[in-house]
C-alpha cells in the first residue's frame, strides 16, 4: 500500500470505514439527544412564559381594582 499511488488494502479500508461509521453514528446519536433536549427546553421557557405573563396580568387587573376601589373610597 502506497498513499501516493491511491491504493488501498481493502480490509484495512473496510475496517477503518466501519470505525468512521460506528463513530458518525455515535455523533449522529449524541445530536440528535441534543436537539430534542434543546426542544425541551424550549418548551419549557415556552411555558414558564405563559405563566409569567398571566401572572402580570392578573396583577394588574388586581392592582386597577385596587385603585378604582381607592379612587372610589377618597371621593365619598
Known amino acids: 500500500m502506497h ?3 491511491l491504493v488501498t488494502n ?4 473496510s475496517e477503518a470505514e466501519l470505525t468512521t461509521e460506528l463513530r458518525l453514528d455515535r455523533l449522529e446519536k449524541k445530536f440528535e439527544e441534543q436537539a430534542a433536549a434543546s426542544r425541551e427546553l424550549h ?3 415556552e411555558n ?3 405563566v409569567m405573563q398571566q401572572s402580570m396580568e392578573e396583577m ?3 392592582l386597577h381594582q ?3 376601589h381607592k379612587l372610589q373610597s377618597g371621593s365619598s
Do not use: G, P, Q
Open 3 to 5: 498513499t501516493l499511488a
Open 10 to 13: 481493502s480490509s484495512v479500508s
Open 43 to 45: 418548551d419549557r421557557f
Open 48 to 50: 414558564h412564559e405563559k
Open 60 to 62: 394588574s387587573r388586581l
Open 66 to 68: 385596587f385603585l378604582a
